[in-house]
């Protein structure tokens, strides 16, 4: 017996789970087939959750989703051994509905998703491997399983089997990714008990606080870090590409130790209980590294399409849109009764005209010019925290001579025309 | 040839949290599972009616979510899933729960008679294992613990050739059928489903029955009602003292376990019952 279904969606993660969601409630049959033991188990974010997209699936979402925290606070931190620089944004008009992001922990998130794609009317099989396509004449006719007889066929098979995505590698759409397109990224669900979290962080109950950490945080490397509040737990996570980590013979796992140990970082973890441990791939290629997302009886969603923008921590929402997107051109195949790729092409027509490939065409040169210019995170954080210390230090130093003082020492660090070049190089990598 | 199979849904207790205050299992601390005993019993079932042909029913009782471990069974191969689930059943223990399985069980034979019931030994948050028996005894057929191989079945005859697991061996044993299995976990290696059945049971709605989908039964047998077991004390045993490494050369470390085997010979004497 091999069923044939509308649509086969690999990997119920965001993009999976809201391009099955999508299809089902157009009546489409979908089976949506995961690897973990259920959805989110595999499934590994830093933790923000964007409302703007999730809302354009599940209207008032966050009256029923298992969320964390609305986040009311977003801190940026320039970090030095023994300082920081921080700046930042508190608004108690995201305390409120329909708030602007949230915390959540993907593998309670991910389930609840999951199952909106379930009620639906989408089959949803965990602990299923897709080990390839079937392709027969060029056109992909449905996926093979690891399970004994595992073939089943459909008209439309969406790859949303993440980062690596070997599916899509198969058919060709992309070579195996460079270690600068990668960022490795490990994590920690530390519990901490709601008070203290409160406390630490200054907020109230069901206010939640991110805090974006550069410069120290990955011993100056390109990547960032992140401290992020859930209602009773905090996540704490370090990432840097993955070319980074090799060439500075980085352990991750020593980077987050470093981070936990870190006297800026320690007293807000303090006394916490490690619950979790995760590490995962994040694809940080941006433009550049987008594959060829639509194909004979196939199209490439999410993570696996590369879709996440490094600069804005955004991601999951991509993954999302992406999949929505994904679905309704399937939708309009569908109609048409084609599904090749000159009539699934209209998903990447889509996808190239919404704000997923513009932000990352925006943005297309940003992690190259940083990861080819270290000087940003390994020189200027240092720089700025002691232009920081020099000013706010009262010393009888009048204020004025204390500017050019700081302007001085930059310049004699670096030298004028260097600083000019590397102001006008970061500018041009983000403008 | 129909097998009715027993199953429950448990907390996974490989990695429960106990509470430390009451000494009860907090559930909301461990996903729930099908009992992984009763998942060998539906492995078994299937492996049966691959030789005699027929169908294998499962019955549960429990929350509306138990529908969960109906669906896995489906996976492994059942053909049908009942659910029991109704206020009226809530609190149940293992008597309570044996009579309202046994009444169930009567519904089920009616539309299809039964000649084989399985059961896993135990729920592995329980750990009773009386349940199986208590629905042979309601049911008036063998039951036959501890079985770690069905060795030959015989639809014809209505005779089963089954190996038994004791303290100290084994027993091979024939009965007629109808009869009640209880399993052990050795008795077969749970297969990896096939992807038609894993579609089977993500599409399947299981058959939920509340009290009223019984007959002639006495609900002052049911539930919390029904249930004389009182829990006098709970109490969570003292860890274990961490053992002794033994250091030194080869012949150093053979010379000191000599010395502790010697010491500590009584805990080695085989008593003569």
Redesign the interface.
């Known amino acids: 017996?091999s069923?044939k279904f509308d649509v086969i969606v690999v990997g119920a993660g965001p993009a999976g789970t809201a391009c099955s969601l999508a299809c089902a409630r157009q009546g489409l049959n979908v089976?949506l087939i995961e690897r973990g033991e259920y959805p989110g188990a595999k499934n590994v974010m830093g933790g923000v959750l964007y409302r703007q997209q999730m809302e354009e699936l599940i209207p008032e979402f966050w009256k029923e989703a298992p969320l964390e925290r609305p986040v009311v606070e977003q801190r940026f931190w320039m970090m030095d051994k023994e300082s920081v620089v921080s700046f930042g944004y508190k608004g108690l008009e995201w305390a409120v509905e329909p708030y602007n992001n949230f915390t959540v922990l993907r593998a309670k998130f991910d389930q609840w998703f999951a199952n909106k794609a379930v009620e639906a009317g989408a089959?949803?099989?965990n602990e299923?491997v897709v080990t390839e396509c079937i392709v027969e004449n060029g056109q992909v006719i449905g996926v093979r399983?690891?399970?004994?007889?595992?073939?089943?066929y459909a008209d439309v098979v969406v790859l949303a089997d993440g980062v690596n995505s070997l599916l899509s590698k198969q058919l060709g759409f992309h070579k195996e990714f460079r270690p600068d397109e990668v960022a490795l990224t490990v994590m920690e669900v530390i519990n901490l008990p709601k008070e203290k979290i409160n406390d630490r962080f200054n907020l109230a109950d069901n206010q939640g606080c991110t805090i974006e950490i550069f410069g120290d945080s990955t011993k100056g490397n390109l990547g960032t870090a992140f401290l992020y509040t859930n209602k009773e737990s905090l996540n704490i996570g370090v990432g840097t590409t993955l070319s980074s980590m090799i060439k500075a013979k980085l352990k991750p796992y020593e980077l987050l130790d470093y981070l936990k140990n870190h006297p800026m970082v320690s007293p807000l973890i303090a006394g916490g209980e490690s619950a979790e441990y995760l590490a995962h791939l994040i694809p940080e290629g941006g433009f550049h590294s987008v594959p060829k997302v639509a194909g004979n009886g196939v199209v490439v969603v999410g993570d696996a399409a590369q879709l996440v923008n490094a600069i804005h921590r955004e991601g999951s929402n991509m993954a999302m849109h992406s999949g929505l997107l994904a679905a309704e051109a399937i939708i309009e195949a569908k109609k048409r009764g084609d599904y090749s790729e000159s009539s699934l092409n209209s998903y990447r027509e889509a996808l190239y005209n919404s704000f997923i490939i513009k932000d990352l065409e925006k943005y297309k040169d940003a992690a190259h010019t940083f990861e080819k210019y270290p000087q940003y995170f390994k020189e200027y954080v240092p720089m700025m925290n002691q232009a920081a210390s020099k000013f706010f230090t009262v010393d009888g130093t009048p204020k004025r001579d204390k500017q050019k003082q700081i302007i001085k020492n930059m310049t004699a660090e670096r030298g004028t025309l260097r600083v000019l070049q590397d102001i006008y190089r970061a500018w041009k990598a983000v403008k | 040839m129909h097998i009715v199979v027993c199953v429950k849904q448990v907390p996974d207790t490989k990695i429960i949290k106990i509470n430390p205050k009451t000494n009860t299992l907090d559930r909301r601390s461990a996903p729930a599972i099908l009992n992984p005993y009763d998942a060998h019993a539906v492995q078994e079932a299937v492996k049966i009616r691959a030789k005699t042909g027929g169908s294998i029913s499962v019955l549960s009782m429990g929350p509306p979510q138990a529908t969960a471990v109906i669906k896995k069974s489906i996976e492994i191969g059942a053909d049908r899933g009942y659910l029991l689930t109704d206020r009226a059943f809530a609190g149940a223990d293992t008597l309570a729960t044996s009579y309202a399985l046994s009444k169930a069980l009567e519904r089920i034979e009616k539309d299809l008679p039964v000649d084989m019931v399985i059961c896993g030994k135990h729920a592995i948050d329980g750990d009773t294992g009386q349940v199986g028996p208590g629905i042979a005894r309601r049911m008036d057929i063998p039951p036959i613990t501890s079985v770690i191989e069905v060795t030959e079945v015989n639809p014809q005859e209505k005779t089963v050739l089954l190996k038994r697991k004791l303290t100290s061996g084994y027993e091979f044993i024939k009965s007629e059928m109808p009869c009640l299995l209880t399993v052990e976990k050795e008795i077969n290696e749970i297969?990896?489903?096939?992807?038609?059945n894993?579609?089977k049971a993500?599409?399947y709605e299981p058959i939920i029955w509340t009290v009223n989908d019984l007959e002639n039964v006495e609900r002052t047998k049911l539930g919390l009602k029904g249930s004389p077991t009182i829990v006098g004390k709970m109490f969570t045993p003292p860890r274990p003292e961490g053992g002794k490494k033994l250091e030194g050369t080869t012949s150093q470390q053979v010379s000191q376990l000599m010395e502790i085997l010697l010491e500590k010979k009584d805990l080695f004497t085989i008593s003569k019952a």
């Open positions: 017996m069923e089976l089959l949803l099989i299923t399983t690891d399970r004994p007889d595992g073939d089943v | 297969d990896y489903s096939p992807m038609p894993m579609i993500a599409r």
